[in-house]
């Protein structure tokens, strides 16, 4: 299974959800909340990722400076070196890009950098399940002579 069939089968009505550095991470936050996803991309044209926040960027800065990083602004907390895959990648490369680098949300982008989506490491382990059932079917089909 590739990431285009990831993104293909989670199809928001709402499109890509992006939020741009100068906002607060407050907006952040609220924004997270609303929506029910755990990272934004953040761009400031929202076309091309400039970087990315999660819960737990929040969370963390939350636990060493206390309720005043709300006011900070998302580019301060952002991971602004963003790791990306495109859509002809295969979902075992992207769980092994995220767990080898820690993190569980990866932006898919085209070949000019624009983004078409992200996926979750969720995501991709529902999909490469829903691949592994597959194959077990298949191989059981066989073998039963089905």
Known sequence: MIVKQIL???ALPEGLITIRPEMTVADAA???SEKRIGAVVVSEDGKRPDGIL???????ELGKTGASVLDRKVREL????VVTCQ????VRDVLSQMTEGRFRHLPVVDADG???GVVSIGDAVA????????DRDA???MIMGN
Do not use: F
């Open 78 to 81: 952002m991971t602004s070196r």
């Open 87 to 90: 859509c002809g990648d295969h």
């Open 54 to 60: 999660s819960e737990r960027d929040i969370v963390r």
């Open 30 to 32: 609220r924004l997270l």
């Open 8 to 10: 293909a089968a989670k």
């Open 139 to 141: 191989l059981t089909g």
């Open 114 to 116: 624009n983004m078409l």
């Open 127 to 134: 999909a490469r399940l829903t691949q592994l059932k597959a």
